[in-house]
């Protein structure tokens, strides 16, 4: 495998789109209200929205800069709108009219002649014809004048250096008081036959098309409900994403809500026109109508992700997990969330509500129906409480309820018995929802699948959790597949945790590995990107597991960071037999490293060099060691079975294969490879060459002799640690922080015959002729 983080295309494939190519418009608003893009035709978008408040406005955004796309698929940055001419058909209803004295605004915002920052706000109806609800929009932005009435009131746009256009959308009884309404307004805006034409009509855009590279992607709509669903298909295939989508439906976008007293609460009343289901609002509904439909039609399938998980401003008081004190259970987002309790019925009901809705949705667009129930369980606060004492939930464990006050540590067989039942509550509550979910789905047969965050169920001072967040009625079959996700190890590089937490989870539930997803990733913040790095590897264990399906976590974060993963034909486990090139002809090969260096003559006649390996490549002909007929039957016989140069193999470089120097008796402090951080597990063997004072050269090792392997802590022999694929040492708990790792050993290098013809004369070899056999290093993923 390989990755590569991208922030710029450097020669990559590109084509044109037009500016203001539908694909490419977004949507915002502030909370309650909701709105969503979709695109219905090559020239056309429309724009759902559902208002609560009489000052809910929402925008229809184009962006100058492409800050959303992949850096590889991104659309060029190009502020000059000079000659400029725009022209698109406007219907619109349930919305305020073009000619209404808030009507749909174009608001401009970038900066004046002077270069200081401005925006003008141009009145659509200025530049209509036709009616207040259909109009032809003409738009020349050379001769573009915001203001309300013109001439009087004209404000000439400056159209060379533009940010963003905002088109504003707004209910009919639009005011700035922020009246609640009744019922909440439904409306919608449709934008077709959209045309550019003059300087600047077409764009650059990225027009990759990776290979596959056997990942699936996982996003969530609460990340990307203000872009097009066709936008988002577009990158996930052209990154090389093939198979499954997870898609999480989110926590705080998809819910429709109705009022009470001051606030607004998610509801399950009776759909009012214009809306079809009674637990989502309509503009998630047309977003995920045409999200489904678009995937299923480019090979996508989509796995709906449910959680327990609720946006706490919207949830119903008596539905919340909630401490012994009375504590609601609340997530560390900024607004936060909150957790449903499994055993609130009516909590339980409003989600087996919302499943039912996407699973309709999946349904009706002929869609396999594939449905998650994502990291359910009972939370636990960061002061280790854990919130199993809701009203419901202390009626539900009755005589089982007992005070926990932190779930670390060992605890009573009253505290036990009350951890195992609440996990009863909590699996019957999750059988209910597949139950919900089959009901809709009809005679469409149903995937299931459970997600569970390891870190925390596992969590080592507390090994009782899993009694409560683990429970044993998940164990298979009650699901088709148990999908897991450890991010937080994966971010320590702590690689040993989730072998083992896998290991554990597998054991407690059953479920075989190809029964199994896993979820790599994530990285929450552009600045820690080294945890891509950490991400790679994690797939490649997962890979090395027979792991059925792994699913980079998420789609966002790749966009943003320019994550690009490919996979190299010559990292395939199956192309390589662990088996030594027959010793004694190898003994005679002559060896000869090679590096890759461009070396350009600047007009003064100096050099720059840039190398582009970090480590030699090897080749050896091994042709000057078959010294007798017997030996050229044994290298016959050996190429043979590496069908040519299909396989690679191990090979024992004459010249330099030990830790120590080049051929000395390894000891387990030669090579130094890396410092403990209390965390951190996973080590890469490695050897280096020059002074450890003036940066090295380093060469992975990813072959070692087993037999030969030593490693020390601080100088110490040590054991407690295992030899995982390519040259990992994963020690069983990580070393102290500040701990020296060092080892010793002998080494293999992998490598491969050069050709797949291997031609030798038997009177030619008699007379003294040598033959040449060339073998070729291997690179092998660390």
Request: glycine share 8%; net charge negative.
């Amino acid at each position: 495998m390989g990755f590569w983080l991208a922030d710029k295309r450097t020669g990559q494939q590109s084509s044109f789109i037009q500016r203001f190519d539908p694909r490419f418009w977004t949507i915002n608003f502030p909370r309650p209200m909701m709105a969503a893009v979709v695109t219905t035709a090559a020239d056309a978008l429309r724009v759902d929205a559902i208002f609560y408040n009489s000052d809910d406005l929402s925008g229809l955004i184009w962006e100058s800069e492409d800050s959303l796309d992949h850096p590889l698929l991104a659309y060029e940055t190009r502020r000059d709108y000079a000659r400029l001419s725009w022209r698109f058909r406007w219907r619109s209803s349930g919305i305020m009219p073009l000619d209404a004295i808030n009507g749909p605004t174009l608001t401009i915002e970038g900066r004046d002649a002077a270069g200081d920052p401005k925006s003008w706000f141009v009145r659509l109806w200025n530049y209509a014809s036709g009616t207040p609800t259909d109009a032809q929009i003409s738009i020349e932005f050379s001769q573009l004048d915001g203001g309300f009435l013109l001439p009087g009131e004209a404000d000439p746009v400056h159209p060379e250096d533009i940010d963003r256009l905002f088109i504003s959308i707004i209910p009919p009884e639009y005011d700035e008081l922020g009246t609640r309404f009744p019922t909440p307004k439904i409306g919608w805006v449709e934008m077709s036959a959209i045309r550019t034409d003059g300087q600047g009509a077409v764009l650059e855009t990225g027009d990759i098309m990776l290979p596959e590279n056997g990942l699936s992607m996982a996003t969530a709509y609460d990340d990307s409900f203000n872009q097009t669903p066709e936008r988002l298909l577009r990158s996930i295939r052209a990154l090389g994403y093939r198979g499954s989508i997870n898609h999480y439906v989110g926590m705080s976008h998809y819910f429709r809500l109705e009022t009470v007293g001051e606030g607004l609460y998610v509801s399950l009343s009776v759909p009012q026109a214009g809306e079809e289901f009674a637990a989502i609002n309509q503009p998630t509904v047309a977003w995920h109508r045409d999200w489904i439909t678009r995937a299923e039609a480019m090979g996508f399938s989509v796995i709906l992700s449910l959680s327990y998980e609720l946006f706490d401003a919207h949830c119903w008081t008596d539905w919340k997990q909630r401490a012994a004190n009375g504590d609601p259970a609340l997530t560390g987002w900024e607004p936060p969330s909150t957790l449903l309790s499994p055993a609130n019925g009516n909590a339980m009901g409003y989600l087996q509500a919302v499943a039912r809705a996407f699973t309709a949705i999946a349904r009706d667009a002929g869609a396999a129906v594939r449905f998650q129930i994502g990291e359910p369980w009972w939370w636990i606060m960061p002061d280790k409480r854990i919130c199993l004492y809701d009203a419901a939930a202390t009626a539900a464990l009755g005589s089982y309820s007992v005070s926990i006050p932190s779930i670390d540590g060992p605890k009573s067989p009253e505290q036990e018995a009350m951890l195992d039942q609440a996990g009863a509550i909590l699996a019957q509550s999750t059988a209910a929802l597949l139950d919900a979910v089959k009901v809709e789905a009809g005679s469409v047969p149903v995937e299931t699948l459970l997600l569970a965050y390891l870190p925390t169920i596992l969590d080592e001072a507390a090994p009782e959790a899993r009694r409560a967040n683990l429970p044993v009625g998940w164990a298979w079959p009650a699901f088709d597949i148990l999908q897991l996700e450890d991010y937080d190890w994966v971010i320590a590089g702590n690689r040993s945790a989730t072998s083992n937490g896998i290991a554990m989870a597998s054991q407690r539930l059953g479920y075989p590995v190809e029964e199994q997803h896993y979820f790599a990733g994530f990285v929450l913040a552009a600045a820690d990107r080294f945890i891509w790095s950490h991400m790679a590897q994690a797939i490649a264990d997962a890979q090395a597991r027979g792991t059925a399906e792994i699913h980079i976590w998420a789609l966002p974060q790749v966009m943003r960071d320019g994550f690009t993963y490919f996979q190299e034909e010559e990292a395939d486990v199956n192309g390589f037999d662990d088996v030594l090139f027959p010793l004694a002809i190898g003994q005679g090969a002559s060896v000869s490293p090679g590096f890759s260096t461009n070396i350009v003559t600047t007009i003064s006649g100096h050099e720059k060099r840039n190398s582009d390996w970090a480590d030699a490549r090897l080749e050896f002909d091994v042709g000057p060691g078959i010294r007798s007929e017997e030996e050229l039957r044994v290298l016959i016989a050996f190429f043979r079975a590496r069908r040519g140069a299909a396989k690679a193999f191990r090979f024992r470089d004459p010249y330099d294969h030990s830790s120590r120097d080049m051929v000395g008796e390894p000891a387990p402090t030669d090579q130094f490879l890396g410092t403990g951080d209390g965390q951190q597990s996973a080590f890469q063997l490695v050897k280096n060459y020059g002074d450890p004072a003036d940066a090295p050269q380093q060469r992975l090792i990813t072959r070692p002799d087993p037999g030969s392997l030593q490693i020390a802590v601080d100088g110490q022999l040590t054991g407690g640690w295992s030899l995982g694929p390519t040259g990992i040492i994963a020690f069983d708990s990580p070393p102290a922080d500040g701990s020296a790792i060092t080892a010793g050993f002998l080494f293999d290098v992998p490598v491969r015959f050069a050709s797949d013809q291997l031609t030798v004369s038997h009177a030619t070899f008699r007379a003294g002729d040598i033959p040449e056999v060339l073998l070729v290093e291997v690179r092998e993923p660390s």
